[in-house]
């Protein structure tokens, strides 16, 4: 090595430790469910438990092993029970973006930012959309942050 660092020779990768960006997970909504969340009626959201969405909130998830964790959640297996058994652990997400629909960035009016607190698999509220006796994701809302 000539002993120049990364920064001065660009073939050498860099091996700095980079800054983490907070991760968020963005649920458009139709305007009830906006509008509701918006005025902290709603304090959670559903999710259908399915293929799309286990991927999406889950790390890891290799495809051959999601039949086998979608039957065991519909069984009544928990979050930490999938963790522990499969070692899928819910994805880390700092914030939930929360819009009306697919609005422009630009569009403030129709763009909620909300703490994460985490997510559920269980039956959700009737009055926010959930059917009876259904499991769902559960992602649960936390205070608007400015």
Known sequence: MNGKNALENPTQPDLRIAEVM??????????????????????????EINEYWLKRLFSNCEKEMIPDILENINRGWSIES???????????????????GYPKATDSKRILKLEHKGIEIRTGNQDWGAVPNKLYFVIVHGDVIA
């Open 22 to 47: 907070p991760s968020c997970l963005r649920l458009p909504l139709i305007a009830k469910w906006f509008e509701m969340t918006e005025q902290r009626i709603k304090l959670e959201d559903y999710r």
């Open 82 to 100: 999938i963790g522990d058994y499969y070692l899928h652990f819910p994805k880390r997400f700092d914030f939930n973006v929360m819009t009306l």
